[in-house]
């Protein structure tokens, strides 16, 4: 019975092809074969969407227009290029301006079903008949047909949305000047800021913007323009007076502003929110309540946030840990489509050396924690300080207090990478930082003063050879009295002194000759090459600063990664 | 003594074909930068194909959808642009051109009012001219880049089809974007 209906509606509209063409062109005899096969191939149209629409007959009728019986709708292509084919162009190009106005013609409640199986029908021939939309049950295609001197253009197709298809269909239009495709060529040459801000000019835009597709060909374009991330340093600080606890972000780009956002659902009086861990773009997040309502124990809820985006998901709540040791990596592949992946590593605080110990894992490919086992054969030992674990290579690593490397498999917290110390490390205290730089594994320590009777030094070491072995290489040993601050003199002053408070708290990301100190509860830039001092900042107040464990670095891609899933949990 | 009239075949640098505008009106352009147009390329190869002698040499390939203004703009850019058939130069040779054409550009899009990119872009997409496609892709790209919301919306006729509830919360929520944008 639909079918009925369908080759009423596909013969309307033949005919008023065939109509339009001839009263257009004034009968010109010269096209009334054009217009025949045109004729003959709509009805193939029709033919090829009656196969569609009932497979299950085998339609003798059919068989000769299609070459490829598998997919009935492919073949309309071919169908069309018999359309309009190049004589006929020619032809109609030689006339002056052709003006045939096909009004939009929506096939939605034609093809019907049978839309559905017109993925593959995507590659509009041209003809200068005016536009042609075409809406589907579950896409969206616009055809553009242009008298045919192009070839195939590619049409983007709008993914399924219930609710904005109708809206869409009314949209596309309106910008009837600029194809999608020119519209979208033009947003992918923007700057992140202005991308974003263009979300709000009208639903389609954001629509289109917020498409996974969208942020893929954007990361692609820029990707290829060689330009350092821009970066910034997070600091969790506690103000003494209200107890509470503060981020501070070093830089002042606008659109790090917004990492200190927490989600509405933790913004309470009774809810202390701590930033765990950081990588790349996303941030780790713990939300404790604070006060006496624990019930069954104190829980505590990690959630992942993307503060650019203000996307975040929640984990499942586990019981709270004062000093666990947390460890966060992320995977996002844009190249693959792939969603965003992540693991969660927490190794519950333990006294000494031990080859085993209890771990727990979170995966977000099952959305569980799971109970495990950390081994490390060559004995692992926690440091003094709570560390975030590192991640790098696809692995979370902790410098162990017996002085060496320890890098850990998120998804069997088997120890997957062992480093012995670098030679010249001083066995006497233990390593400022663990970090990476430029894709190099890094640490430094500061020796000298109050542990022994030499000039107070900082030493930092690149890991080599990664896959053969390991080799940490000195590379840049700097003597405090010999850095100097140009536009703060009083800072040189007091690297000279005796005993300089000094604690390092990251690396950059990218310049392998800088360092981001803490010197005198400012952050102090410092370039390791040309042993220079910039302030960068002031720590309102240093006071709970584990030599600045609780410093994450965070660097702003192309595109915010997205995060999947948004969920509310009740704390 | 036959009297041959040679008709000497096309170098691919002397050889000239007519563009015809929506406004009838007429461009000789340079086969090799004609031949950046995509569209015109595959018309002139699909003329080759079929009965070329008959036609004769002379060729006028009609652009219905381009304005003489646009088009003259096009084929200028066209012109500035390393010809693909041109003899290799060496590197001082070829930075004196890149600085050149970049100031050709540079003075290119100051002339240019902002609504005439959108034409430009239309047309070279309608042209198939890659490179003029992605240069004012980029030009237009770079002109919105700071502007504020109403600047674009009525820079591209869109209506604004937001709840004023709906932006003020957008705006709110991603404030940082909103920041430093010139003034209208």
């Known amino acids: 019975m639909a079918e009925g209906a369908l080759f009423a509606a596909a013969h309307g509209i033949i005919e ?155 949209l596309l239009t309106r910008i009837e000047d600029l194809p999608i495709s020119l519209l979208l060529e033009i947003l992918y040459r923007l700057d992140l800021k202005s991308a974003m801000r263009c979300k709000s000019v009208a639903r389609q835009w954001c629509y289109l913007i917020s498409d996974p597709s969208f942020a893929n060909d954007f990361v692609r374009l820029h990707a290829s323009s060689v330009v350092d991330r821009p970066f910034a340093l997070l600091l969790h600080y506690v103000d003494k007076q209200i107890k509470k606890r503060h981020l501070l972000a070093t830089s002042e780009e606008p659109e790090f502003k917004s990492l200190t956002y927490i989600p509405p659902i933790y913004q309470h009086d009774n809810i202390e929110v701590t930033v765990q861990a950081s990588c790349n773009d996303l941030l780790l997040c713990c939300a404790n309540m604070v006060g006496n309502d624990a019930g069954s124990g104190p829980m505590s809820v990690y959630y992942v946030i993307n503060p650019i985006s203000r996307q975040w998901t929640a984990l499942p709540p586990m019981p709270e840990l004062a000093r666990a040791r947390v460890g966060f990596i992320c995977w996002y592949d844009t190249a693959l489509h792939k969603q965003l992946s992540y693991r969660v590593m927490r190794i519950p605080e333990f006294k000494g050396e031990s080859a085993e110990f209890s771990v727990e894992i979170f995966s977000s490919d099952t959305g569980k924690w799971t109970q495990s086992v950390g081994l490390c054969p060559q004995g692992f030992q926690l440091d003094v300080f709570a560390f975030p674990g590192v991640p790098y290579n696809g692995l979370l690593f902790w410098w162990s207090s017996t002085d060496c490397l320890v890098g850990f498999d998120p998804n069997t917290s088997k120890c997957c990478q062992f480093f012995e110390k670098p030679v010249e490390l001083n066995p006497s205290h233990g390593i400022e930082r663990l970090g990476v730089c430029h894709g190099t594994l890094r640490i430094c320590q500061i020796s000298g003063y109050p542990y022994e009777v030499a000039d107070p030094c900082l030493r930092v070491w690149e890991l080599k050879d990664y896959d053969e072995g390991g080799k940490w290489n000195l590379e840049h040993e700097l003597y405090f009295d010999k850095m100097v601050s140009e ?85 | 003594m036959s009297n041959t009239s040679e008709n000497p075949k096309p170098s691919s640098s002397s050889a000239k074909m007519t563009l015809k505008t929506s406004d009838n009106e007429l461009f000789e352009v340079e086969e090799a930068v004609a031949m950046k147009f995509c569209t015109v390329k595959q018309y002139f190869e699909d003329e080759k194909d079929s009965d070329v002698a008959a036609r004769g040499s002379t060729t006028v390939i009609p652009l219905p959808n381009v304005h003489s203004a646009v088009l003259a703009t096009l084929i200028s850019y066209g012109k500035k642009l390393p010809q693909s058939n041109a003899v290799a130069d060496n590197h001082e040779e070829e930075e004196t051109k890149k600085k050149e054409r970049k100031k050709y550009e540079q003075g290119l899009l100051k002339n240019l009012m902002p609504g005439e990119l959108l034409d430009l872009i239309s047309a070279a997409n309608y042209l198939d001219f890659k490179e003029g496609l992605e240069f004012f892709n980029q030009a237009l790209a770079d002109h919105i880049q700071n502007k504020s919301v109403e600047y674009v919306r009525k820079f591209f006729g869109i209506k604004n089809d937001y709840e004023p509830h709906e932006e003020e919360k957008y705006r709110e929520e991603y404030a940082w974007a909103f920041e430093g944008v010139d003034e209208d």
């Open chain 1, 16 to 170: 008023k092809l065939a109509g339009q063409i001839v009263r257009e062109l004034d009968c010109r005899w010269a096209f009334k074969d054009e217009i025949t096969n045109l004729e003959k191939s709509l009805f193939a149209v029709k033919a090829a969407l009656q196969d569609a629409e009932a497979k299950q007959h085998n339609s003798e009728a059919i068989k000769p227009w299609l070459t490829r019986p598998k997919d009935a709708m492919c073949d309309v292509d071919d169908l069309l290029d018999q359309i309009f084919n190049v004589d006929l162009r020619r032809q109609l190009m030689t006339c002056d301006k052709i003006c045939i106005d096909l009004n939009r013609i929506n096939l939605e409640s034609i093809w019907g079903s049978a839309g559905k199986s017109c993925s593959s029908f995507m590659r509009p021939r041209s003809v200068d008949f005016g536009q042609m939309e075409v809406g589907m049950k579950n896409r969206m295609v616009t055809l553009d047909l242009e008298i045919g001197m192009i070839g195939w253009r590619n049409v983007k197709v709008l993914k399924n949305r219930n609710s904005e298809v109708g809206r869409l269909q009314k």
């Open chain 1, 487 to 571: 536009k703060s003199p009083w800072l040189t002053e007091y690297l000279s002194k005796k005993y300089p408070t000094v604690a390092v708290l990251a690396y950059h990301p990218n310049d392998r000759e800088v360092v981001y100190l803490m010197i005198k509860f400012k952050v102090v830039f410092c370039n390791l090459r040309r042993k220079t001092l910039e302030v960068v900042c002031d720590i309102p107040t240093a006071d709970y600063f584990y030599h600045g464990c609780n410093v994450f670095t965070f660097v702003l891609p192309c595109w915010p990664t997205p995060i999947p899933f948004q969920t509310e949990k009740a704390t």
